[in-house]
Protein backbone atom coordinates (compact mmCIF):
# COMPACT_ATOMS: atom_id res chain seq x y z
CA UNK A 1 0.00 0.00 0.00
CA UNK A 2 0.91 3.54 -0.66
CA UNK A 3 2.77 5.18 2.24
CA UNK A 4 0.12 7.93 2.49
CA UNK A 5 -2.25 5.49 2.75
CA UNK A 6 -5.18 7.04 5.28
CA UNK A 7 -5.87 4.79 8.61
CA UNK A 8 -9.15 5.67 11.30
CA UNK A 9 -8.17 5.04 14.66
CA UNK A 10 -10.44 4.32 17.93
CA UNK A 11 -9.47 3.14 21.68
CA UNK A 12 -10.52 3.61 25.23
CA UNK A 13 -10.21 7.25 25.60
CA UNK A 14 -8.76 10.91 24.32
CA UNK A 15 -4.79 9.57 24.89
CA UNK A 16 -5.67 6.70 22.96
CA UNK A 17 -6.52 8.86 19.87
CA UNK A 18 -3.59 10.69 20.36
CA UNK A 19 -1.39 7.73 20.55
CA UNK A 20 -3.02 6.81 17.54
CA UNK A 21 -2.53 9.71 15.86
CA UNK A 22 1.37 9.38 16.47
CA UNK A 23 1.64 5.54 15.96
CA UNK A 24 -0.13 5.81 12.52
CA UNK A 25 2.48 8.80 11.80
CA UNK A 26 5.35 6.75 12.74
CA UNK A 27 4.46 3.59 10.72
CA UNK A 28 4.76 6.43 7.63
CA UNK A 29 0.84 6.24 6.93
CA UNK A 30 -2.46 9.45 7.46
CA UNK A 31 -4.16 8.93 10.43
CA UNK A 32 -8.11 9.85 9.01
CA UNK A 33 -11.41 9.44 11.25
CA UNK A 34 -11.03 9.88 14.67
CA UNK A 35 -13.36 7.41 16.71
CA UNK A 36 -12.96 8.17 20.24
CA UNK A 37 -13.09 11.85 20.63
CA UNK A 38 -17.13 12.35 19.22
CA UNK A 39 -18.10 8.85 21.40
CA UNK A 40 -20.16 9.97 24.28
CA UNK A 41 -18.91 7.01 26.53
CA UNK A 42 -15.29 6.20 27.05
CA UNK A 43 -13.39 3.04 29.00
CA UNK A 44 -12.96 -0.42 27.16
CA UNK A 45 -16.34 -1.45 27.97
CA UNK A 46 -17.32 1.77 25.84
CA UNK A 47 -14.77 0.61 22.84
CA UNK A 48 -15.56 -2.53 23.21
CA UNK A 49 -19.29 -2.18 21.91
CA UNK A 50 -17.98 -0.43 19.12
CA UNK A 51 -16.43 -3.34 17.87
CA UNK A 52 -19.01 -4.29 15.49
CA UNK A 53 -19.59 -1.24 14.07
CA UNK A 54 -15.63 -0.67 13.50
CA UNK A 55 -14.94 -4.07 11.67
CA UNK A 56 -17.33 -3.33 9.41
CA UNK A 57 -16.06 -0.19 8.51
CA UNK A 58 -12.39 -1.50 8.65
CA UNK A 59 -14.24 -3.53 5.75
CA UNK A 60 -13.42 -0.12 3.47
CA UNK A 61 -10.86 1.46 5.32
CA UNK A 62 -8.04 0.15 7.72
CA UNK A 63 -8.96 1.03 11.48
CA UNK A 64 -6.33 1.13 14.42
CA UNK A 65 -7.63 0.17 17.69
CA UNK A 66 -5.97 0.80 20.75
CA UNK A 67 -6.73 -0.81 23.97
CA UNK A 68 -5.48 -1.77 27.42
CA UNK A 69 -4.48 -5.30 28.42
CA UNK A 70 -5.09 -4.83 32.24
CA UNK A 71 -5.67 -8.18 33.93
CA UNK A 72 -8.60 -9.20 31.44
CA UNK A 73 -6.43 -11.48 29.66
CA UNK A 74 -2.96 -13.40 30.12
CA UNK A 75 -1.56 -12.00 26.91
CA UNK A 76 -2.68 -9.53 24.04
CA UNK A 77 -3.54 -12.55 21.40
CA UNK A 78 -6.06 -13.93 23.90
CA UNK A 79 -7.45 -10.84 24.80
CA UNK A 80 -7.70 -10.11 21.00
CA UNK A 81 -9.53 -13.43 20.75
CA UNK A 82 -11.68 -13.39 23.42
CA UNK A 83 -12.95 -9.91 21.83
CA UNK A 84 -13.47 -11.22 18.69
CA UNK A 85 -15.45 -14.34 20.03
CA UNK A 86 -17.66 -12.28 21.95
CA UNK A 87 -18.27 -8.83 19.83
CA UNK A 88 -17.18 -9.89 15.90
CA UNK A 89 -19.43 -13.25 15.43
CA UNK A 90 -18.84 -13.34 11.37
CA UNK A 91 -14.65 -12.95 11.91
CA UNK A 92 -12.39 -10.14 12.05
CA UNK A 93 -11.91 -7.94 8.82
CA UNK A 94 -8.29 -7.79 7.85
CA UNK A 95 -8.28 -3.73 8.62
CA UNK A 96 -9.18 -4.23 12.24
CA UNK A 97 -5.69 -3.46 13.40
CA UNK A 98 -7.15 -4.35 17.34
CA UNK A 99 -3.53 -3.67 18.90
CA UNK A 100 -3.39 -4.43 22.94
CA UNK A 101 -1.09 -2.77 25.17
CA UNK A 102 0.57 -4.63 27.79
CA UNK A 103 -0.53 -4.21 30.71
CA UNK A 104 -1.96 -0.52 29.83
CA UNK A 105 -0.42 2.84 27.79
CA UNK A 106 1.09 3.99 30.68
CA UNK A 107 4.17 0.97 29.92
CA UNK A 108 4.50 2.59 26.08
CA UNK A 109 5.11 6.08 27.71
CA UNK A 110 7.64 4.70 30.00
CA UNK A 111 9.34 2.91 27.08
CA UNK A 112 10.63 5.92 25.70
CA UNK A 113 12.75 6.97 28.83
CA UNK A 114 15.14 9.45 27.19
CA UNK A 115 12.10 11.69 25.86
CA UNK A 116 10.31 11.21 29.50
CA UNK A 117 13.69 12.65 30.95
CA UNK A 118 13.69 15.42 28.31
CA UNK A 119 10.03 16.38 29.49
CA UNK A 120 10.00 16.03 32.87
CA UNK A 121 13.48 15.93 34.41
CA UNK A 122 13.20 12.51 35.66
CA UNK A 123 16.33 10.60 36.41
CA UNK A 124 16.64 8.05 33.02
CA UNK A 125 18.29 5.60 35.36
CA UNK A 126 14.82 4.97 37.29
CA UNK A 127 12.85 4.86 34.31
CA UNK A 128 11.88 1.13 34.08
CA UNK A 129 13.76 -0.64 31.36
CA UNK A 130 11.55 -3.42 30.53
CA UNK A 131 8.22 -1.57 31.08
CA UNK A 132 5.70 -4.01 30.35
CA UNK A 133 6.97 -6.18 32.46
CA UNK A 134 5.12 -4.52 35.30
CA UNK A 135 1.81 -5.43 36.85
CA UNK A 136 0.78 -1.71 38.00
CA UNK A 137 1.97 0.34 34.81
CA UNK A 138 -0.02 3.81 35.74
CA UNK A 139 0.50 3.64 39.49
CA UNK A 140 4.19 3.25 38.62
CA UNK A 141 4.11 5.90 36.04
CA UNK A 142 2.44 8.52 38.36
CA UNK A 143 5.13 7.47 41.32
CA UNK A 144 7.83 7.94 38.54
CA UNK A 145 6.34 11.25 38.06
CA UNK A 146 6.46 12.84 41.60
CA UNK A 147 10.00 12.23 40.73
CA UNK A 148 10.38 14.92 38.19
CA UNK A 149 11.75 18.35 38.51
CA UNK A 150 9.95 20.74 40.82
CA UNK A 151 8.73 22.62 38.23
CA UNK A 152 7.13 20.15 36.58
CA UNK A 153 5.99 18.74 39.76
CA UNK A 154 4.08 21.94 41.05
CA UNK A 155 2.53 22.23 37.40
CA UNK A 156 0.94 19.02 37.88
CA UNK A 157 -0.09 19.45 41.60
CA UNK A 158 2.37 16.79 41.98
CA UNK A 159 4.88 18.09 44.39
CA UNK A 160 2.98 16.83 48.08
CA UNK A 161 3.67 13.18 47.98
CA UNK A 162 0.78 12.92 50.08
CA UNK A 163 -1.72 14.40 47.93
CA UNK A 164 -3.71 11.72 45.89
CA UNK A 165 -2.36 12.24 42.26
CA UNK A 166 -5.11 14.69 39.98
CA UNK A 167 -4.81 11.97 37.04
CA UNK A 168 -7.24 14.30 34.50
CA UNK A 169 -4.45 17.00 35.22
CA UNK A 170 -1.81 14.42 34.44
CA UNK A 171 -3.76 12.59 31.12
CA UNK A 172 -4.42 16.70 29.66
CA UNK A 173 -0.28 17.14 30.34
CA UNK A 174 0.33 13.78 28.36
CA UNK A 175 -2.16 14.40 25.42
CA UNK A 176 -1.79 18.16 24.75
CA UNK A 177 2.39 17.96 25.49
CA UNK A 178 3.91 14.82 26.15
CA UNK A 179 2.68 12.50 23.29
CA UNK A 180 2.27 15.03 20.41
CA UNK A 181 5.62 16.95 20.93
CA UNK A 182 8.34 14.17 22.99
CA UNK A 183 6.58 10.34 22.86
CA UNK A 184 8.46 8.06 19.89
CA UNK A 185 6.62 5.10 18.84
CA UNK A 186 9.62 3.82 16.88
CA UNK A 187 12.32 4.90 20.18
CA UNK A 188 9.46 3.36 22.52
CA UNK A 189 8.99 -0.22 20.50
CA UNK A 190 12.90 -1.07 21.53
CA UNK A 191 11.54 -1.64 25.04
CA UNK A 192 8.05 -2.48 24.52
CA UNK A 193 7.71 -5.76 22.20
CA UNK A 194 3.26 -5.02 21.78
CA UNK A 195 4.16 -1.67 20.53
CA UNK A 196 6.41 -2.80 18.18
CA UNK A 197 4.18 -5.86 17.24
CA UNK A 198 1.71 -3.08 16.97
CA UNK A 199 3.39 -0.46 14.55
CA UNK A 200 4.64 -3.16 12.43
CA UNK A 201 1.22 -4.44 11.52
CA UNK A 202 0.23 -0.56 11.08
CA UNK A 203 3.10 -0.54 8.41
CA UNK A 204 2.55 -3.27 6.64
CA UNK A 205 -1.59 -3.38 6.85
Do not use: Y
Not at 173 to 197: M, V
Amino acid sequence: MSPRTEIDFSGEGLLDAAMARKIILAAGRTPRRDFVSSRRQKGKGALDQTLLGLNAGARFNPVLVLRDLDFDAACGAELVATLASNHLPKGRENGLLLRIAVRSAEAWFMADAEALHRATGIPQSIIPGNPETRQTPKPDFISLLRRAKMSFRRRLDLADTNAVADWPKIAGWLGDEFIPDHWRPAEAAKAAPSLARCLERVRHI
